[in-house]
């Protein structure tokens, strides 16, 4: 019985205490955020670049959490129009279903961006990307050059939905074609982790006599395809990523992996605030507005500045 | 500590300290209190600090919210009381829902439905006869429920979502009537119908009897396996329910929606009073539960806590809710 008058007191204990922690001095526009992840480092880095960003245009950010769910990821949306916020930016899990988030934030008349992920809601204000289909034309020029334009090459092009993969495995292809010597031998799918670009590798290596390139959607892919060709002690194929996380720079200046594609996520997430702060103040965007990227190969991976090691 | 505490309410009249006795006699007496009070002190600490929380904007918004998780709770309340419980909701929510879905894109609303609440009502049933005939614990019955049951949605779907859901059935998630979200008039019909189930029908009855004592009930000439597959039944096609008003909000039949539905509807059953070991608990009291949980997660997300705390507060309270179970027993 008393147990329970506890738990009252408790419960009213931590939502003061929360709140504490989560008052901020009021400022000019307040930006509601939900982010697909709370634990993926992309997406926590893309977080930070938002609060630094938002710190120096003096904006205020609301996070609400997804944690990969979409009904959940509808529900803090409904929170952050009832919380009244001045504009959402959101990397919506679906990019149908997260509809349903757009229309609510539409009818509150509040703009919505969409951030990393875009969705198919005409409801959507602006969204803040990668230009995953000169992204795939770059690596494929780069594929080019390296190989003097011989040479066969195996694609682990990554989950078959994902609508970034498709465009960049699109663009890739589009300059492959254009050579006539290089030949794709093999395209296959898979989820974004290393294991799975792993085993598909394992497959591809077993399979494939003569490769010249591995092709990955990701780095995780990547740096799975990248144990499997120094398994097989075939180090003369070159594996290409995607995002520059920081594993697979070091695996570029170690020679493990040839090409990644630097995406800062940091720099995304400022760009992604900055772009919402303009809007609010009466600078309209295009519908499409791209992060800036840079390839990462042997000859600037040295120059690369990465971030030090977690603090423990 | 707590524990020194939690002795029984004479005794700490004895003891000289009036002032709480008062309260606890109160309580002692009326223990259903104790989840209203609840409710009421968070919503009105909620309110003090954020001028958002109590507009009709937010209120609307927490029930639509807390709609889906209410219906689960609904039936996991049933389980619960008949002595049992089931760890597959979850997965029952998003298999039912993308069944309905693929149904309803094949142009039957109607057949969708069916679809949906029957796929519920199947699996509640197999769960049913696992536990009662076969003789498997809820746990291990359920627990291979779950899994299956999340591989056969996966399987269905090929992982994909099922989309362009026909409007007449998406209306049912973004519309209202007189303002009042139909997920929120939906919830409000099925708790009425098992409100009465429970407390003045024969099978509620049993219901109760099975949960508190199986032996007893038995020996009375309760069927006491049918009753044990009813309860099952009722929980499997709710969830079933659930999952078609999911379905309907995000307007497609999601693969992995559901996830923890299991373990925070439990939360939810127990933060409202009812006993783990069965033959307790009201649904009255379960939506109360309900919309504890559902205030405080929203309350967090407008006073702008991190998720990591929400996590961890969210954790503690379930921990809480089943310690408060346990000395509610003792003391």
Redo the contacts between chains.
């Keep these: 019985m008393k147990a329970r008058v506890l738990l009252v007191g408790l419960m009213s204990l931590a939502l003061v205490l929360a709140a504490g922690a989560g008052r901020a001095a009021a400022k000019e526009f307040t930006l509601g955020v939900s982010l697909a992840s709370d634990v993926n480092p992309f997406y926590i880095a893309m977080a930070n670049g938002m609060k630094m960003q938002a710190k120096e245009t003096g904006a205020t950010l609301r996070f609400v959490t997804a944690n990969e769910d979409m009904a959940t990821q509808l529900n803090g949306v409904q929170d952050l129009i009832a919380a009244g916020v001045n504009l959402i930016l959101i990397s919506p899990i679906d990019a149908v279903a997260s509809g349903a988030a757009y229309d609510a934030a539409a009818k509150a008349n509040i703009p919505i961006m969409s951030i990393a992920r875009g969705a198919k809601s005409e409801k959507q204000t602006a969204f803040i990307r990668m230009n995953e289909e000169q992204i795939g034309e770059e690596v494929g020029q780069w594929v080019v050059k390296q190989t003097g334009g011989k040479g066969n090459i195996a694609m682990l092009s990554g989950p078959a939905g994902a609508s970034f993969a498709y465009f960049m495995a699109q663009g890739f292809k589009r300059e492959i074609a254009k050579n006539p010597g290089l030949r794709i031998v093999a395209e296959l799918h898979s989820g974004l982790t290393r294991e799975e670009g792993l085993k598909l590798a394992e497959d591809v290596l077993t399979a494939q006599r003569d490769l010249a390139v591995i092709y990955a959607a990701n780095d995780e892919i990547a740096l799975g395809a990248s144990q499997a060709v120094q398994a097989a002690k075939r180090a003369t194929i070159k594996v290409t990523g995607l995002n520059g996380i920081p594993p697979a720079v070091m695996a570029v200046r170690e020679g493990r992996m040839a090409l990644t594609v630097g995406l800062n996520p940091v720099d995304w997430g400022k760009l992604g605030v900055k772009t919402a702060v303009d809007y609010l103040n009466g600078v309209k965007p295009g519908k499409n507005v791209y992060i800036r990227h840079l390839l990462i190969d042997s000859s600037n991976a040295q120059s690369i500045k990465l971030p030090p090691p977690p603090k423990k | 500590m707590?524990q020194f505490?939690?002795a029984p309410?004479a005794a700490t009249l004895a003891g000289g300290e009036r002032r709480r006795s008062r309260?606890?006699l109160l309580?002692?007496r009326y223990?259903w209190l104790?989840t209203p009070?609840?409710l009421l002190?968070?919503s009105a600490?909620?309110a003090l600090?954020?001028d958002?929380f109590l507009?009709v904007?937010?209120v609307t918004?927490i029930l639509?919210?807390a709609a889906?998780l209410a219906i689960v709770s609904v039936g996991m309340t049933v389980v619960i009381i008949s002595g049992g419980f089931d760890l597959s909701v979850g997965s029952v929510v998003s298999l039912a829902g993308c069944v309905g879905a693929a149904v309803m894109v094949r142009g039957s609303i109607a057949g969708g439905v069916l679809a949906g609440l029957g796929i519920g009502l199947l699996v509640g049933v197999m769960n049913g006869v696992v536990v009662s005939l076969l003789n498997v614990s809820p746990f291990i019955a359920t627990l291979g429920a779950m899994v299956l049951v999340r591989g056969a949605a996966l399987l269905f779907t090929g992982g994909?979502?099922i989309?362009n859901l026909p409007e007449t059935f998406t209306v049912v998630?973004?519309e209202g009537v007189f303002g009042i979200p139909i997920p929120v008039l939906i919830t409000a019909l099925i708790f009425a119908v098992f409100w009465v189930l429970l407390q003045f029908t024969p099978l509620g009855l049993k219901i109760y009897a099975v949960g508190g004592n199986r032996e007893a009930s038995r020996l009375s000439g309760v069927a006491v396996n049918r009753v044990t597959i009813a309860a099952y039944g009722i929980c499997g096609a709710l969830a079933g329910a659930a999952g078609l008003v999911?379905t309907a909000?995000?307007?497609?039949g999601?693969p992995?929606?559901?996830?923890f539905y299991e373990l925070t509807s439990i939360a939810a059953v127990v933060l409202g009073?009812a006993s783990l070991t069965g033959g307790e608990g009201k649904v009255q009291r379960t939506v109360l539960g309900v919309l504890?949980i559902q205030v405080?997660?929203?309350?967090?997300?407008?006073?702008?806590?991190?998720?990591?705390?929400?996590r961890v507060?969210v954790g503690?309270?379930i921990i809480?809710?089943a310690?408060?179970d346990r000395?509610?027993r003792t003391?």
């Excluded at chain 2, 909000?249 to 497609?252: E, G, K, T, Y």
């Excluded at chain 2, 992995?256 to 996830?259: D, L, P, V």
Aim: proline share 3%; hydrophobic share 50%; net charge positive.
């Design positions: 707590v505490n939690a309410a309260w606890s309580l002692a223990p104790i009070l609840a002190v968070m600490v909620a600090l954020s958002h507009t904007r937010n918004n639509n919210q889906v994909v979502p989309v998630g973004t999911l909000r995000l307007r497609s999601q992995t929606a559901g996830e009073g504890i405080l997660s929203n309350s967090l997300n407008l006073l702008n806590v991190h998720s990591y705390w929400q507060l503690g309270i809480v809710a310690a408060v000395f509610r003391a």
